[in-house]
């Protein structure tokens, strides 16, 4: 019987330049309890290669897949798929753990086992000075927490790592858009954070820098090229809003998004309909804007 108690998903494409330090990272785990799960989205950088040789290396547990390209979303899903330990947590390909990282996510998880409301724990990313993304913490006399207070109550402007229970996040799957390739992880974040909460940890769990090549540093461009997959994360936002200005801002760009994708059913499970209608001509004048001015 496998002792592996997390799975460690990474979905890449074309990143074999930067998977090694994810592999040094995994490496020098102060408990190796876990199994690295790669989920290659198509690659032709020699990634294949790569990750075969650490498979003969045997320092880790490794389990690789391939599949055609369709972009992150798809590629968590068939990971999400193919899980079998306890617990899950999403290591991106350009991000790497602290050397404890997976001891203090283990010894947090289990204290969660017995909350069937509980869907794991998350914590803030950090930069590369050690500091919070955003460089606000969650504050410290919450016991729970969910995706709509850490984006829309506190208004952090954040990334997550989250460890989920598995029988949790088995029963989500990202949406899936012909044509686009990418929709948020705050897609599922937000999703169970509609009926379950997560437990807040300050630990210092995962470093991220941002690429010039990266997801957030061509944000304008992945939404234009991506409308759906972002209507479907703002429409989560825009229900899910704390006053009548947050509203406001996450209703125009909902709406934005929807003119985008042509969505004939944008008002489809909105809970501000009239809102969303009143908001639609600002919505265009935004359309028009980026249309003009963002190079795709």
Request: charged share 25%; with cysteine; glycine share 6%.
């Amino acid at each position: 019987m496998s002792d592996k108690l997390i799975t460690v998903i990474t979905p890449t494409y074309n990143r074999a330049h930067t998977l090694p330090m994810c592999y040094k990272s995994l490496c020098s785990q102060t408990d190796n309890r876990f199994l690295w799960l790669i989920i290659d989205d198509g690659s032709s950088d020699g990634t294949e290669e790569l990750v075969k040789q650490w498979i003969n290396e045997g320092k880790i547990e490794i389990k690789y897949l391939k599949k055609s390209n369709g972009g992150k979303a798809s590629a968590l899903n068939v990971g999400i798929d193919n899980l079998s330990t306890i617990y899950t947590v999403c290591l991106d390909s350009d991000d790497v753990f602290y050397e404890n990282t997976v001891q203090l996510a283990i010894e947090e998880l289990q204290k969660t086992n017995d909350d069937p409301k509980c869907c794991g724990i998350l914590a803030l990313r950090n930069n590369p000075d050690g500091s919070v993304m955003g460089r606000r913490p969650i504050p410290s006399q919450l016991k729970t927490i969910t995706a709509y207070e850490i984006f829309l109550k506190y208004r952090l402007k954040t990334e997550l790592i989250c460890f989920y229970k598995t029988e949790i996040l088995k029963r989500y799957r990202f949406p899936e858009f012909p044509g686009e390739k990418f929709v948020s992880p705050a897609w599922m974040q937000y999703a169970i954070s509609t009926t379950y909460y997560f437990i807040p940890s300050w630990d210092k769990l995962c470093l991220c820098e941002y690429l010039s090549d990266g997801i957030t540093m061509n944000k304008k461009r992945i939404i234009i090229k991506n409308p759906k997959g972002y209507t479907s994360v703002k429409k989560f936002s825009f229900n899910g809003s704390y006053h009548f200005k947050q509203m406001i801002k996450h209703g125009i760009m909902y709406d934005y998004g929807c003119i985008l994708s042509n969505d004939k059913d944008w008002l489809d499970g909105v809970k501000h309909k009239v809102l969303a209608i009143c908001l639609r001509p600002v919505a265009y004048v935004v359309y028009i804007h980026r249309k003009n001015n963002v190079k795709i």
